[in-house]
């Protein structure tokens, strides 16, 4: 086979997951709380993405035209009403707390839609595009791709052009200092954690036409969105977008050369490897750690 | 006066299957109350005196049991204890790979680690063959020193001792060198460090110590079991368990864990066998055939993991300090 396939395959696979990965690190450079619901949040975009196809007979890639506000609402109430209640808080009970609401939002899950995968079949779903060479790539996983670039370019140009974007931004490098510049640092968590999951349930509804649908399949992405932080550095919005990419490259490499069974093992692996020899990421800044 | 407390508490705990020996089920939840307690206990001398919170400790709950089980399915003359040593020493070995990694570090990277590392393990235990993969490990028979390991008192005594054993290192810890060390680094690393403390040494030493006595619950737990699967004893749901019981008792207090336990175990069991919808349909509220009645039993089975996400969540803004928590005074 060639060494191309699993290539360019795991560089659309990981596209969706810097899509993930940024928002979790976006919530943490501007709160510093590592959000352990994110994959949950994931696993509810997927499930958004499947009632929009079965009930509304909305396409999945239509449907985050609903699917992101809903998501950024949903992420700012969130964080009104839990989060931002224990942000002094020690950093284990940040980390416990938002268990608890991953646990709830999966469990709930689980009582409304039963442990019965489902599975979100467009009429695209197995057709693929085929390159000269003999390599095929998934038209979901491509329209995925293609969806995933513009989403990033549009949040890149909103924290870099943006007053709240900005705003964002001096939230993440200084909290304290950005206060007293009058940034209303409360408000930019809310905004923060709404984009967070808003990014979130946007993964988890472009992985949907490819992936089984499943109330505990957050669990997975959770740790895969965390080795994608620690790879890019914790905190770093961009390293995050390059630490998608890589963990799907390795992902689909292992795959093929070894195989399926194997595959998160890599990942976790690579984790630990990056926390012994670069702690502070690829793009994170030295000392960090 | 603490004393004759401590003696009531130890004397019933001791005489309490005589009482309820001949209902298996009650002394079956009286066993995981005391599992509970202990794994909390041994999960709070990282977590609660040194403020090192691991996400993963099922991996060496499942290292306990699948060593011990593994050994036993092989050859079956093999002393238990042997093989509970093994478990043992495979759990050390994990947690001074986990330790000599990530105490180099500062800030969240231990807690995201604990996990990584236990995902490791309960993935390599699924996909590989030794272990029995997806199907997991049946043990037959198990025997040691003649003793009747069908019933289940050998089993509550096991737990009780080791329990008692947790607890009695936790208490030494709270008021030796060690100990104060551990609460040093808790409050302020930097502080901890600048007094000349090796903060990478003291936390290996409590992962070590809270690692070997997780290890051999595991391993109580297996020959108590006699079938363990990945989902059994090795899932992040019971790492999350373990957490909570701790934390709904009271982080870093020694009797918070027990507390903890005594609470959540038999809440959990009400749940997983439909109590409250027996209460109800016995209290003529819903009937058994309404699809009320049929959604309860069908479901609440699998509602106490729910129960304990909002059970955490509320822990957590309400009673951030557990239970015990609330009657320490400010000092």
């Known amino acids: 086979m060639s060494f191309l396939q699993p290539l360019l395959s795991g560089i659309l696979t990981g596209g969706v997951y810097a899509l993930a990965g940024m928002g979790m690190s976006l919530v943490f450079g501007v709160m510093n709380i590592s959000n352990f619901a994110h994959g949950d949040l994931m696993m509810l975009g997927m499930y958004m993405a499947f009632f929009a196809f079965t009930l509304l007979h909305i396409d999945p890639y239509v449907s985050l035209v609903l699917i992101i506000p809903t998501a950024f609402l949903f992420g700012f109430m969130v964080e009104k009403l839990f989060i931002n209640r224990v942000i002094h808080h020690p950093h284990q009970n940040q980390i416990l707390l938002t268990i608890g609401l991953g646990l709830i939002m999966s469990n709930t899950a689980l009582l409304a839609f039963t442990s019965d995968p489902k599975i979100l079949t467009t009429t695209y779903s197995s057709s693929a595009f085929n390159l000269p060479g003999g390599i095929s790539l998934s038209v979901p996983l491509l329209i995925s791709f293609l969806i995933t670039g513009v989403t990033i370019a549009i949040l890149y140009l909103f924290l870099a052009k943006s007053r709240t974007g900005m705003a964002l931004r001096a939230t993440s490098q200084n909290r304290e200092a950005a206060q007293l510049m009058g940034i209303n640092v409360a408000k930019m968590s809310a905004i923060a954690f709404g984009i967070g999951t808003a990014l979130a349930a946007t993964a988890g509804a472009l992985i949907a036409p490819t992936y089984y649908i499943h109330p505990l399949a957050g669990h997975s992405f959770l740790l895969k969105a965390f080795t994608i932080c620690v790879l890019g550095g914790l905190g770093s919005v961009v390293g995050a977008g390059v630490g998608g990419i890589i963990i799907g490259v390795v992902e689909a490499m292992s795959s093929t050369y070894w195989s399926t069974d194997w595959k998160d093992v890599i990942v976790f692996v690579l984790f630990l490897a990056v926390l012994l020899f670069r702690p502070q990421g690829l793009f994170g800044k030295k000392g960090g750690e | ?331």
């Open chain 2, 1 to 331: 006066m603490k004393k004759i407390a401590l003696s009531v508490i130890a004397a019933t705990a001791v005489a309490l299957p005589i009482f309820i020996g001949e209902n298996p089920y009650l002394i079956g939840i009286m066993i995981s109350v005391l599992m509970m307690a202990a794994l909390s206990s041994a999960w709070n001398i990282l977590g609660g005196y040194a403020g090192q919170y691991s996400f993963g400790h099922a991996a060496y709950f499942g290292t306990g049991a699948y060593s011990t089980l593994i050994l036993l399915t092989l050859n079956n003359s093999l002393n238990p204890l042997f093989c509970m040593a093994m478990g043992i020493i495979v759990a050390s070995i994990i947690a001074l790979i986990t330790g000599s990694i990530v105490f180099r570090l500062r800030g969240h990277y231990f807690g995201l680690a604990s996990i990584a590392v236990a995902e490791i393990v309960r993935l390599s235990v699924l996909n590989l063959e030794f272990t029995g993969g997806a199907q997991g490990i049946l043990l037959s028979d198990v025997s040691l020193w003649g003793i009747d390991l069908n019933s289940k008192n050998p089993f509550y005594y096991g737990m009780l001792l080791v329990l008692v054993v947790t607890l009695s290192i936790s208490q030494y810890l709270r008021t030796s060198k060690t100990g104060y060390y551990l609460q040093a680094i808790r409050e302020d690393q930097d502080a901890a460090a600048s007094l000349g403390i090796n903060l990478a040494f003291y936390k290996n030493k409590a992962l070590l110590i809270s690692a070997a006595l997780t290890s051999i619950l595991g391993s109580l737990y297996g020959l108590y079991i006699r079938f363990i699967d990945t989902s059994a004893v090795l899932d992040l749901r019971l790492s999350i368990e373990i957490i909570l019981t701790a934390i709904i008792g009271g982080v870093g207090t020694m009797w918070g864990p027990v507390v903890g336990a005594l609470l959540l175990v038999p809440l959990a069991e009400m749940l997983r066998s439909n109590l409250l919808g027996d209460v109800l349909v016995k209290a003529g509220l819903v009937s058994e055939t309404s699809g009320i009645g049929v959604f309860l039993k069908e479901n609440l089975a699998h509602a106490h993991v729910l129960v304990y996400g909002i059970i955490t969540v509320l822990c957590i803004l309400y009673l951030p300090k557990g239970i015990l928590g609330l009657f320490r005074r400010v000092k």
